[in-house]
């Protein structure tokens, strides 16, 4: 039998916490008998919450934290201050090998700091980057970073390119997974300083199926499967996908409302349009890892709904089983 994935969830973090998030952990418990979920926060609404569900006992357990991060507080010293926090609680079960993973719709700014600062890093990694998978044409991609760092150096972002496509190819299954330099233009020369550093440590890296820069334009095709960047630009990147995707579905659905016959052909075509646009829905792929740590910590969006925190939960399974943070520590080794 599978060894059990111990998954800390912070029960508090996010706008729907925690109605949302409970239902999100017992939704994966339910569906998968390899996790075991920690709900980590005030014990009595948590429990409240559980009481309207049917759930393995076995595989669901509380954990109390009285206080709770707000996502407007300075994270470095909320971090500090508030010990007994859902966030906080859940970071050091990871540090102590109580879980192997947390998964949190909290303050990014406090999944951040906790991350480096309680899980740590795996010697060697510079930088962890928040890692979202991210929806196009051919499947999904992996964009890294996001969030995590708006300043970052070339060695950076060659480390990122490696841990991504550890992850692309262990846990999605992508092989020899093309990596792409997200930048102004596909010619070598294009570029900030940054980029036109980063691309040559790119192309001499044998670890890695490096295939040039990308252009914003052809991100949604899905010309690539690791998309490299500082998180200044991944951050804009990413949440210009996810505004045109909601309008597009938005718009998409209003026009097959707009009139009879419209709404005729929208009941022909509805079981295939579903199944299209669920693919472009970022909620189907989990939160964004945050790679390079010495635990898994996930961060899911602050607005996330039951099906997504089930989704941050699951992609711990197989983070574990392919021992995704033994092949990025073989990576980082390979550059001493």
């Known amino acids: 039998m599978a060894e059990m994935v111990n998954v800390a969830v912070d029960a508090m973090g996010g706008d729907n916490a925690p109605g949302e998030i409970v239902k999100g952990a017992v939704e994966a418990v339910n569906e998968d008998r390899r996790v075991k979920v920690f709900l980590v926060g005030r014990e009595p609404v948590i429990r409240e919450e559980l009481k309207k569900y049917t759930y393995p006992a076995e595989q669901l357990e509380i954990v109390h934290a009285e206080e709770v991060i707000d996502t407007g507080e300075p994270p470095v010293m909320a ?7 859902s966030i906080v609680k859940a970071m050091y079960m990871v540090k102590e090998g109580q879980c192997d993973a947390l998964v949190s719709a909290g303050s990014t700014g406090a999944v951040l700091v ?6 740590g890093r795996i010697k060697g990694v510079e930088r962890p980057p928040l890692a979202p998978i991210i929806p196009n044409a051919e499947g999904v991609s992996l964009l890294l970073d996001c969030g995590a760092n708006v300043d970052a150096r070339p060695s950076q972002l060659l480390q990122f390119a490696k841990m991504g496509s550890v992850y692309m190819e ?17 010619e ?9 550093e980063t691309y040559p440590l790119l ?5 890695i199926n490096f295939i040039g820069n990308v252009e914003a334009r052809d991100i949604p095709a899905g010309v690539a499967d690791v998309l490299v960047c500082e998180a200044f630009a991944g951050n804009i990147v990413l949440k210009m996908l ?7 579905i938005k718009k998409i659905k209003g026009g097959m ?23 472009f829905s970022t909620e189907e792929y989990g939160g964004a890892p945050l790679l390079g740590l010495n635990g898994l910590v ?5 607005s996330s709904k039951a099906i997504e925190i089930r989704h941050s939960i699951l992609q711990c399974i197989a983070f574990k089983e392919q021992n995704i943070n033994e092949k990025i520590k073989e990576q980082i080794v390979l550059e001493d």
Do not use: F, W, Y
């Open 79 to 85: 971090i500090r201050r508030k010990k007994d926090s």
């Open 203 to 207: 192309q001499s890296c044998p670890e």
């Open 298 to 302: 996930v961060k899911t969006h602050g």
């Open 170 to 186: 262990s846990v999605l299954g992508v092989k020899n997974p093309r990596v792409g330099l997200v930048n102004i233009g596909v």
């Open 257 to 279: 409302m707009s009139s009879l016959r419209s709404k005729i052909g929208a009941l022909l075509v509805k079981p295939a349009l579903k199944k299209t646009l669920k693919g």
């Open 114 to 119: 906790g991350g480096q600062v309680i899980v």
């Open 242 to 248: 996810e505004g045109v995707s909601d309008v597009l």
């Open 188 to 196: 070598e020369e294009k570029g900030n300083a940054l980029t036109r």
